[in-house]
C-alpha cells in the first residue's frame, strides 16, 4: 500500500512538471520505476541515477530517485553503496518524504553489518524526528534487537517493552515479543520469559517463531522448577517440526522433567526413545545417566546396574559416577557382597577421585549392617574427614550412632555436634544427629542442652522420630521435675515400639504419681502390672502401686499389696519404708489394733531406722485420735525416752500439750507447749504452740498471761525471722476477747516495733476493725483509709475498702461510700474483690433510692463477672427492682436464672421471689407451684420456707381456699410460735374469719 502512494506521488509529480521538463526526462524515470517493479535492479539503479542527474537537489523527484537508487543497491545486495546514498538523503535532503524510510533503512543495513552503536543512532534519529510514525515501533524492536545482541540486556528489555506495546507501527511484534522472552531467559528471570513467550503462542500461532517459542517455554519451565508445565509444553506435536538436533534437545528435557515430578516411568520412556532414535545426539551419555537413574528409582536395580556398568567403561565424570552408582545398585538389590567388591575396584581405580569419602562412608554403612563395627570405623572416619559436607554430616552421624549404642556417651556427643554446623537443617541427617545429640547430652545429665536441641527438633521437623523424641522430651522434663510436661509427653507416644510402649507407661504412672494424682497413679501402675507382669520393675511397680493407693486414701488396698509384697517374697522385710507405709495403710483403713502391732514391730525390727521413732510417735497418735489422751502422751513420752535426739521433739511436746488441753488440764498443757517455744525456738510448731497457750490461759480465763508469755518470748528471741508473726498474736488475743482499746494499742505497738513486716498492713486494718468495734467511727476510717492507700497491691486493702463503705452507708454518708467504692475500683484494678466492691455500690444506690444507677451496677457484675457469687447476687437485686416497677417478666427470668442454677440460700431466696414475682403478677397457680418447690428442693433454708408457707397461704385467699389459707399460717405458727413471722400468720388467720 505504501509503495502504492510513492508510485501516485511520483506520477503526480511528473504530470505537474510536463511542461518545464521534456519528455525524455519524464520517460527515462517511467522507465527506471518500470525496471524496479521488474526486479531488473541494475537498470532501474541507473536510470534512477541518470534521472536524478537532471533534477535539483531541491526537487522532491531527486530525492525519490536517490531513495530508489538505494533500494535497487540493497536488493543488488550491494549495501555499502545503498548506505552512502542514503546517507546523503538524510544528511543533505531535511525536507524529503523519504528521510523516514532512509533512516529505517540505514538501521537494518547498519544492524546487518553489526554496527549496533551507528543502527541505534540512526533508528533513534528516526524515532527522534519521526515520533508515532509508521516505522516508530518497528525501530524500537531492532534497537531491542541491537542491545540484546550486545548483552546489554537491561537496555534490551527497556526498548522492546516499548516495542511490544506500540502495536499499531511495529511489523515485527511476534518478534519483539519473542526477543523479548529471551532476554528474560538469559537474565535468569524465567517467569517474565515464560510470560512473553506464552503470549507469542497465544496471540500469533501463525509466526515462524511458534516453534521455537514451544521449545524455550518448556525449557524455561524447567528451570523454574514447575516440571508439570514443562511436560505439557514439551510434549506438544509441534516440537516435532523442529530439527533433529532441536527436537533431541527437547526429548532430553522432557525426559529429564518426567523424573523431577518422580514419574520415573515416563522418564524410562523419553529417555529410551532418544537414545533409540538420536544415538548421535551431544546428550547421549547424559540421557543413558538419566535412564540409569530412572531404572534404579523404579527399583530396576538390575536394568540400572546394567546401565551403570556400561557407562564406567569409560572414565569421565559421567563415568566415574556410574562406577559408584553400579555399586549402589547391587547394594540396593541385596548383593552387598558384591558391592563391596566394586567399592573396593573403585578405591584401587580411582584413588584420587573426590568421591572417594563417599565410597568409603559406603563401605562403612555395608560393615555396620554386617555388625562389623570396627572395620565400618575403618571407613567411617576418613569419610568423616573428606571435603565433602553431605558425605562428612552423614559418617559423623552414623558413627555417633555407633557410639550411642556403646553408651559412650561424651563421644557419642563429639561425633554428632560437627553435623550441625556442616548439614542443612532440612536434611535427615541433620535430624539424627539433633536427636543423637539430645539423647547423648540427656545421658549425660545436661538436661538443658538436651531439651534445646529436642525443642529445635520438634520445630525443624515435627514428624520425625515423634514417640522417640517425645520419649527423651518426657524423661527430661521427668528429670527437671516437670512432671506435668513430662505426662503430656508421654501420653503423645504413639509407638508401636514394645520397649517404648513398656517405658511410656512406667514414665506415665510416676509423672500421675509425683503430681499427687494417686487414683491416676494407681490406674497406670495397674496396668504395667497387668501387661508387663514379668518386668524387672514389677517390684517398684508394686511398692509405688501401693503408695498410689495409700495416696488416695484407699488404705485397704494400699495394705493388701504391702501384705501381698512381704508374703511373696517380692519385697524384703528388712525394707523399713514399706513396713511403716504397709502399718500406716493398715491405720488409715482402720484396722487400728493391727496398726499399733506393726508399728511397734517396726520399732523393734528397726530400732537404729528412720522410720522407728516416728513409728512411736503414730501409735500415740492413733491413741490420740480415739481420745484415748492419757496412753498417748505415755507412748508420745516413750518417743523422748527412746530417742533422746529425735528430731520429732517440738511436734511430740506440742501433742503432749494437746493430749492435756483436750483433758481440761491447761496448767500441764501450758508447760508441754512451753517446752516447744523454750527448746525449739525455731520450730515450725511455735505458731501452733502459742495457739495452744492462748486457747489454755484464755480457758483458765488468763488472757494477760499469754500475753506476758509472748512477750517474754520475743525478749528472749528478738533476732528470730517470725518473731513479728509472733508478736502480732498479741493484738489477736485482745481482739478476741474483745478488748478493743487494748487491741489497738497492740496493733500500734507491732508497727512501731516490726515496721517492716508484710504483717504491717493488716495491723493497721485491725487497728481500724477494733476502733469500728468502739464506735470511733472516724479513727476506723482514717485506719480503713491508711490500708488501702499505703497498700494498695495488698488483698487486705479491699476489705478496707468494704469496712469503710459499710460505715459511711452505717453513717448515712451515702456520697462518702460511693466516691470510696469508686476510688477503689480505679486503684484496686484486676482484684478479686472488685465484684464484691461494685455489689456493694450498688446496694449504696439502692439506699439513696438511685435505683436506675444502682440496676446499671448490677448489670454490669452481672455481665462481666458472672462466675462469682456476686453476679447472682447482683441478678437477684435487679429483680427485685424490676418486680417493685412492675416489670414483672424480666424479674422472674431473674429470679428462675437463679433458682435453677443454686441449691443453697441464695437459690431458696429467688425460687421465693419467683412466686412472689407470679403473685403480684395475678398468675396465682403459677405462684403456688413456685412456692411449692422452695418446700420440695430447699426446706433446709427456715427463711425463705417460712415465707413461701405465708405466700401460698396468701395465694390461698387469692383463691378463695380459707382452709388451706389457714393450714399454711398455722405451719408457719408451729415453727414461729414467739416470733415476728408467728404473729404476722396469727394477724392473717384473724383477718380469715
Not at 7 to 19: D, E, Q
Not at 536 to 554: I, P, W
Not at 657 to 686: E, H, R, W
Request: overall charge negative; charged content about 25%; some cysteine.
Amino acid at each position: 500500500m505504501e509503495m502504492m502512494q510513492k508510485k501516485l506521488i511520483f506520477i503526480f509529480t511528473l504530470l505537474l512538471v510536463v511542461s518545464v521538463y521534456s519528455q525524455t526526462v519524464s520517460e527515462k524515470f517511467a522507465s527506471a520505476m518500470e525496471k524496479y517493479e521488474q526486479g531488473r535492479y541494475a537498470d532501474s539503479y541507473t536510470l534512477f541515477k541518470s534521472a536524478a542527474e537532471n533534477y535539483g537537489i531541491e526537487d522532491e523527484l531527486y530525492a525519490s530517485a536517490l531513495y530508489y537508487a538505494a533500494q535497487s543497491l540493497i536488493k543488488l545486495g550491494e549495501k555499502d553503496e545503498a548506505a552512502a546514498e542514503l546517507e546523503f538523503i538524510v544528511n543533505n535532503i531535511n525536507w524529503s518524504n523519504f528521510r523516514e524510510e532512509a533512516y529505517y533503512y540505514l538501521g537494518l543495513i547498519y544492524f546487518d553489518y553489526k554496527k549496533f552503536s551507528i543502527a541505534r543512532a540512526r533508528f533513534e534519529s528516526l524515532l527522534e524526528e519521526f515520533p508515532g510514525r509508521k516505522f516508530s515501533g518497528s525501530a524500537l524492536y531492532w534497537i531491542g534487537e541491537s542491545y540484546a545482541a550486545e548483552d546489554k540486556l537491561d537496555d534490551a528489555i527497556e526498548f522492546l517493552l516499548k516495542a511490544v506495546d506500540d502495536k499499531a507501527n511495529n511489523n515485527f511484534r511476534d518478534y519483539s515479543i519473542y526477543t523479548l522472552a529471551t532476554v528474560y531467559e538469559k537474565k535468569g528471570d524465567y517467569e517474565n520469559a515464560v510470560k512473553y513467550y506464552d503470549r507469542l503462542l497465544s496471540y500469533y500461532r501463525k509466526s515462524p517463531l511458534l516453534v521455537s517459542a514451544q521449545i524455550r517455554i518448556g525449557i524455561c519451565y524447567f528451570y523454574l522448577k514447575d516440571y508439570q508445565s514443562s511436560i505439557l509444553e514439551l510434549n506438544n506435536p509441534l516440537l516435532s517440526n523442529l530439527s533433529p538436533e532441536l527436537y533431541s534437545e527437547s526429548l532430553y528435557l522432557l525426559a529429564n522433567s518426567y523424573y523431577r515430578v518422580e514419574e520415573y516411568e515416563n522418564a524410562e520412556r523419553i529417555y529410551t526413545r532418544l537414545i533409540k532414535e538420536y544415538p548421535s545426539n551431544k546428550v547421549m551419555r547424559d540421557a543413558q545417566y538419566g535412564l540409569g537413574w530412572s531404572f534404579f528409582q523404579q527399583e530396576k536395580y538390575n536394568d540400572a546396574y546394567r546401565v551403570f556398568n556400561f557407562l564406567s567403561a569409560e572414565d569421565d565424570s559421567t563415568g566415574i559416577e556410574s562406577f559408584f552408582w553400579k555399586a549402589e545398585a547391587r547394594r540396593y538389590a541385596g548383593k552387598d557382597e558384591e558391592a563391596l567388591i566394586i567399592y573396593k575396584q573403585f578405591l584401587e581405580k580411582y584413588p584420587a577421585s573426590n568421591i572417594i569419602p563417599r565410597v568409603k562412608y559406603q563401605l562403612g554403612l555395608l560393615y555396620f549392617n554386617k555388625n562389623n563395627i570396627e572395620l565400618a570405623k575403618r571407613y567411617l572416619i576418613p569419610a568423616a574427614s573428606g571435603k565433602d559436607n553431605t558425605v562428612r554430616a552423614k559418617a559423623y552421624t552414623l558413627l555417633g550412632e555407633i557410639e550411642l549404642d556403646k553408651k559412650q556417651y561424651v563421644f557419642a556427643e563429639n561425633y554428632f555436634e560437627p553435623v550441625l554446623g556442616i548439614s542443612d537443617n532440612t536434611t535427615d541427617t541433620f535430624h539424627r544427629a539433633l536427636l543423637g545429640l539430645a539423647v547423648s547430652l540427656y545421658y549425660l545429665e545436661n538436661y538443658s542442652a538436651a531439651l534445646e536441641y529436642l525443642n529445635e527438633l520438634m520445630a525443624l521437623s515435627p514428624g520425625f522420630e515423634r514417640d522417640r523424641v517425645n520419649y527423651y522430651l518426657a524423661e527430661i522434663y521427668f528429670a527437671k521435675e516437670n512432671y506435668k510436661e513430662a505426662l503430656l509427653r508421654f501420653k503423645a507416644i504413639e509407638t508401636e515400639s514394645e520397649e517404648i510402649k513398656r517405658l511410656a507407661l512406667y514414665g506415665k504412672a510416676y509423672c500421675y504419681f509425683n503430681l499427687g494424682d494417686y487414683d491416676n497413679a494407681a490406674l497406670q501402675f495397674s496396668e504395667f502390672l497387668r501387661i508387663y507382669p514379668n518386668d524387672k520393675r514389677s517390684v517398684d511397680a508394686k511398692l509405688r502401686l501401693a503408695d498410689s493407693y495409700f495416696g488416695s486414701k484407699n488404705f485397704t488396698a494400699s495394705s493388701k499389696v504391702y501384705r501381698d509384697l512381704f508374703s511373696s517374697k517380692g519385697l524384703p522385710l528388712d525394707d523399713p519404708y514399706a513396713y511403716y507405709q504397709f502399718a500406716q495403710a493398715l491405720y488409715k483403713s482402720g484396722k487400728n489394733e493391727k496398726a499399733i502391732k506393726e508399728f511397734t514391730n517396726l520399732q523393734k525390727k528397726f530400732p537404729k531406722s528412720s522410720y522407728a521413732d516416728v513409728s512411736l510417735y503414730t501409735i500415740g497418735w492413733i491413741h490420740f485420735q480415739n481420745s484415748e489422751f492419757s496412753r498417748a502422751i505415755d507412748e508420745y513420752r516413750s518417743v523422748l525416752q527412746t530417742y533422746k535426739s529425735t528430731s520429732l521433739g517440738p511436734i511430740v511436746y506440742y501433742s503432749i500439750g494437746d493430749a492435756f488441753f483436750n483433758m481440761g488440764k491447761y496448767d500441764s498443757a501450758i508447760v508441754n507447749y512451753k517446752m516447744v517455744l523454750t527448746n525449739y525456738p525455731s520450730s515450725q510448731f511455735i505458731f501452733d504452740a502459742v495457739n495452744g497457750i492462748q486457747y489454755s490461759y484464755v480457758a483458765l480465763n488468763k488472757p494477760e498471761s499469754a500475753v506476758d508469755l509472748i512477750d517474754a518470748f520475743i525478749a528472749q528471741n528478738p533476732s528470730l525471722n517470725f518473731s513479728d508473726q509472733i508478736f502480732f498474736k498479741k493484738g489477736e488475743i485482745y481482739y478476741s476477747e474483745k478488748n478493743y482499746e487494748k487491741a489497738k494499742e497492740s496493733y500500734k505497738d507491732f508497727i512501731a516495733k516490726f515496721p517492716d513486716s508484710k504483717l504491717v498492713p493488716e495491723a493497721y486494718y485491725w487497728i481500724g476493725k477494733s476502733a469500728e468495734n468502739l464506735e470511733k467511727y472516724e479513727e476506723a476510717i482514717f485506719y480503713f483509709n491508711t490500708t488501702f492507700q499505703k497498700y494498695p497491691k495488698n488483698e487486705i486493702a479491699a476489705s478496707a475498702v468494704l469496712e469503710m463503705g459499710s460505715i459511711h452507708n452505717k453513717l448515712e454518708n451515702y456520697s462518702g461510700a460511693i466516691s470510696t467504692y469508686d476510688e477503689a475500683l480505679e486503684k484496686l484494678k484486676g482484684s478479686s474483690s472488685i465484684p464484691e466492691i461494685m455489689f456493694m455500690k450498688g446496694q449504696t444506690y439502692i439506699k439513696m433510692d438511685s435505683l436506675q444507677q444502682a440496676y446499671e451496677v448490677f448489670s454490669d457484675v452481672s455481665y462481666y463477672y458472672r462466675e462469682t457469687i456476686f453476679a447472682d447476687n447482683s441478678k437477684i437485686e435487679m429483680g427485685t427492682i424490676d418486680l417493685a416497677a412492675g416489670r414483672y417478666e424480666n424479674a422472674e427470668q431473674y429470679f428462675l436464672d437463679i433458682a435453677e442454677k443454686r441449691s443453697d440460700n441464695l437459690g431458696a431466696k429467688a425460687q421465693y421471689f419467683y412466686g412472689l414475682s407470679l403473685f403480684e403478677d395475678g398468675k396465682v397457680t403459677e405462684a403456688i407451684s413456685a412456692l411449692v418447690r422452695v418446700r420440695t428442693v430447699f426446706s433446709s433454708y427456715d427463711e425463705w420456707l417460712t415465707r413461701s408457707y405465708m405466700l401460698l397461704g396468701d395465694c390461698y385467699v387469692k383463691l378463695n381456699d380459707k382452709q388451706k389459707a389457714e393450714e399454711m399460717y398455722r405451719t408457719v405458727i408451729r415453727k414461729h410460735k414467739n416470733d415476728d413471722f408467728g404473729k404476722e400468720a396469727m394477724d392473717k388467720i384473724r383477718n380469715l374469719k
